[in-house]
């Protein structure tokens, strides 16, 4: 099993910026792939972005060139910076693994969440 842990959601106003990092645990592994996704409130759950082992990244087309995702393999976490904050990117944000062992498009394990709020 792998542990997903979120933090650095909050409360911040339209321009702003926030790092989001995600702590992994248990058996995880340098070749998942991890992302992110959010959900606001009575809206379905959207993709944010995608990290491969390899450092492969993927965008959803609402944060590009706005939010960048890397991860640190020594200490199993990867990150979300977010820049340039819109209202409309207020929802909780869900760290995700991939472990390829499922289907393809199929998150196995996912984050608690972290709520980000952006005031305008």
């Known amino acids: 099993q792998v542990q997903l842990v979120e933090s650095g959601g909050g409360l911040v106003q339209a321009g702003g910026s926030l790092r989001l990092s995600c702590a992994a645990s248990?058996?995880?592994?340098?070749?998942?792939?991890m992302g992110w996704f959010r959900q606001a409130p009575g809206k379905e759950r959207e993709f944010v972005a995608r990290?491969?082992?390899?450092?492969?990244?993927t965008y959803g087309d609402s944060v590009k060139g706005r939010f960048t995702i890397s991860r640190h393999n020594a200490k199993n976490t990867v990150y979300l910076q977010m820049n340039s904050l819109k209202p409309e990117d207020t929802a909780v944000y869900y760290c995700?693994?991939?472990?390829?062992?499922?289907?393809?498009?199929?998150?196995?394990?996912w984050g608690q969440g972290t709520q980000v709020t952006v005031s305008s």
């Open positions: 248990g058996r995880t592994s340098s070749t998942y792939a």
């Open positions: 990290i491969k082992w390899t450092g492969d990244e």
């Open positions: 995700v693994c991939d472990t390829g062992k499922s289907s393809p498009g199929v998150y196995d394990y």
